[in-house]
């Protein structure tokens, strides 16, 4: 059963990962459905790191862990090598997504109402994982 949350969580991380690159890609004003500024939280100075757009390994991430969920969906024989690098990815992930959360709490002061589901995404992929 957990492989099926786990596909459901890639999809729903990955569309709106693919939402915000599309956006910023194409200097598009985000739809903010509770009203907040999401534009100047993911066109802010911390929507790259190290020069990467933040949504790109996101994206990598939720592709992986779709691809994971479909493996053990299909039955197939996963080492132990496979799911601790998946683990890890996943944990790296929740720390990064609480990371860019502290910055909109208590450097921009400002919110995205779509960091908030993907970094809820990363926390039940790593609890599904776990």
Known sequence: MKEIYLI???LIGFAVSFYIYY???YNKPMYCPIGKDCDAVVKSRY???FGI???LPGMLFYIL???YGILLNR???I???VYYFIVG???VSVLFSLYLTFVQAFVLKKWCEYCIVSSIASILILVAVV
């Open 47 to 49: 929507g790259e790191t």
């Open 23 to 25: 956006s910023k890609k």
């Open 8 to 10: 459901i969580l890639s």
């Open 53 to 55: 757009e933040n949504t």
């Open 65 to 67: 862990i779709f691809i």
């Open 79 to 81: 080492s132990n090598a």
């Open 75 to 77: 039955n197939v024989f």
């Open 89 to 91: 990815i996943s944990f």
